[in-house]
T-cell receptor
């Protein structure tokens, strides 16, 4: 079956750096997405990786290793507003998105 | 504002009732979706429509039916509501399905509570 694994919850301190991991087993691969979802709100797109390596976008970076079925989202200079759930999703060979359950990130002052 | 808008935002109803959730996008996207997010926060695809053609129909009960009068609208009708239907339903759209870099824009969600 297809599966996306990510930690349920993480806690970090304001101003610090946090890395949220995602591992996947899917039938085929056409890219990996990270979305941010604040409580009670809609998911919003953060990043897309289809080739191995690091994609940097401001304070957020996303890394992909296709051979390892692994990605991480790196958040730097954490702010209180970064408290949210972070959803990892993989597009399989049929171009269907397979979603992880999300990682709830709690930022403490 | 360009967006995906869905109504109502909150819906409380009794078991056995029939209800609808409406969704509209003015982004000019070709594909629209309905997702269900349950209490465990998994996002599960229910339907997607591309140019008024159903292209994904996951194994959802046939009490759920999508209706798309045009490519800017995808409404969700639910018949004979059950307790297990309680969830947040998200409408989304994308420029086109069937490609890798298929970024979804989500509506704000409709929280359905079945009593």
């Amino acid at each position: 079956g297809q599966n996306i694994d990510q930690p349920t919850e993480m806690t970090a301190t304001e101003g610090a750096i946090v890395q949220i991991n995602c591992t996947y087993q899917t039938s085929g691969f056409n890219g990996l997405f990270w979305y941010q979802q604040h409580a009670g709100e809609a998911p919003t797109f953060l990043s897309y990786n289809v080739l191995d390596g690091l994609e940097e976008k401001g304070r957020f970076s996303s890394f992909l290793s296709r051979s390892k079925g692994y990605s991480y989202l790196l958040l730097k200079e954490l702010q209180m507003k970064d408290s949210a759930s972070y959803l990892c999703a993989v597009m399989d060979s049929n171009y269907q998105l397979i979603w992880g359950a999300g990682t709830k990130l709690i930022i403490k002052p | 504002d360009t967006a995906v808008s869905q109504t109502p935002k909150y819906l409380v109803t009794q078991m056995g009732n029939d209800k609808s959730i409406k969704c509209e996008q003015n982004l000019g996207h070709d594909t629209m979706y309905w997702y269900k997010q349950d209490s465990k926060k998994f996002l599960k695809i229910m339907f997607s429509y591309n140019n008024k053609e159903l292209i994904i129909n996951e194994t959802v009960p046939n009490r759920f039916s999508p209706k798309s009068p045009d490519k800017a609208h995808l409404n969700l009708h639910i018949n004979s509501l059950e307790l297990g239907d309680s969830a947040v339903y998200f409408c989304a759209s994308s420029q086109e399905g069937g490609t890798g870099a298929n970024v979804l824009t989500f509506g704000a969600g409709s929280r359905l509570t079945v009593l």
